[in-house]
């Protein structure tokens, strides 16, 4: 296999209204056989990122690369059907006066006709829906919709496949599920995937590698693990997972703040805003504590407890469901761990 990237832009921009950046300047690659999640509050650019890719946009300046090939840059330009991209929409997309079969066997035209019927049944059977072919749309359910619009993006067997917000549609406990049954059949084809989504937990639990978007540009590109334990800024720390801040001030790896003499995962100089995940916090009842609990979320398998103190506002803490913490309890916090810190 080459060691070109599947998918690379290179300071890739889109002016939309009043010139405003849709997508400002963003370089990313993607490796071969990955899964990578753009993840961003809406409007920060994912969808248009998506669209740079597929070739239902134009980059305003920029290039957009695929398979060590140039698709859109400067005076050059590839339409979408020669990119051998595919890509599944948020609402599905599926045409409803005609057969799943029909659906899929569309996006197949170039297929002689005995291969192309081979091929339909071939995804279906791979996204679990081989009894499924006679049947439309309106008579199946919103995860088989989405497993029969995944089976039409596969059909073609593209090197690249988008998806765009594809679980938005569906209820929590059937999101779940869809959304391991989908990764495994993505796994499973094969192609390079780019997955954009709001969600970060979701951003968390199914990608290989995610890229953090805020209005139009790129923030940081890393793994789930680099995103959450080590952001490259306050808004990143602050989007992926849940986090409290607390003021502190800096000498070396060393912070004093209310909450004690905290240990820095790297050195620093004056203010700083110490990142502190609600699990690195350790809870133990204290007579004559200044902290106090003042609220308590039951979570099934954990809880969440807020805590109250001098010279921070309310810090969230998650322990486990069966620490009992009442309401107003006196409280030490601990925290015995290295912690990010971001200058103020």
Not at 261 to 278: C, E, I, K, Q, W
Not at 281 to 299: D, M
Request: with cysteine.
């Amino acid at each position: 296999m080459s060691h070109t990237s599947a998918i690379r832009l290179a300071h890739a921009t889109k002016y939309y209204d009043r010139g405003v950046p849709g997508v400002d300047n963003i370089s990313l690659s993607v490796q071969h056989r990955r899964l990578m999640v753009l993840l961003g509050a809406s409007g920060c650019g994912k969808t248009s990122t998506l669209r740079l890719i597929a070739g239902l946009e134009r980059p305003d300046c920029g290039e957009v690369w695929l398979n060590g090939q140039c698709v859109a840059g400067d005076g050059v330009w590839v339409e979408p059907e020669k990119r051998n991209v595919s890509m599944v929409f948020q609402d599905y997309a599926l045409f409803p006066h005609m057969s799943v079969e029909a659906n899929i066997a569309f996006a197949l035209k170039s297929f002689p006709r005995r291969a192309r019927r081979a091929r339909v049944q071939e995804v279906l059977a791979l996204v679990g829906l081989p009894e499924m072919g006679g049947r439309f749309p309106h008579q199946l359910s919103g995860g088989q919709q989405q497993r029969v619009a995944l089976a039409r993006a596969l059909a073609p067997k593209p090197e690249v496949i988008l998806l765009d917000e594809p679980f938005s549609n569906l209820d929590a406990a059937l999101r779940r599920s869809t959304r391991e049954e989908v990764v495994r059949i993505l796994k499973h084809s094969g192609a390079t995937t780019v997955f954009v989504t709001h969600d970060q937990d979701e951003a968390l639990a199914i990608a290989d590698d995610i890229a953090m978007l805020s209005e139009g540009r790129l923030l940081q590109v890393g793994s789930p693990q680099d995103l959450y334990h080590k952001p490259a800024s306050k808004e990143v720390a602050a989007f992926v997972g849940e986090a409290n801040f607390v003021r502190a001030v800096a000498a070396g790896t060393r912070a004093d703040s209310p909450l004690g003499n905290l240990r820095l995962t790297h050195s620093h100089s004056g203010a700083v805003d110490v990142l502190v995940r609600p699990e690195s916090i350790h809870l133990t009842p204290e007579i004559g504590s200044a902290h106090r609990v003042k609220a308590v979320q039951f979570l099934g398998f954990d809880k969440v407890v807020t805590i109250q103190g001098d010279g921070f506002g309310p810090l969230r803490a998650r322990l486990r469901a069966h620490v009992e913490l009442a309401i107003g309890a006196e409280v030490r916090i601990d925290i015995n761990e290295a912690l990010v810190a971001f200058p103020v």
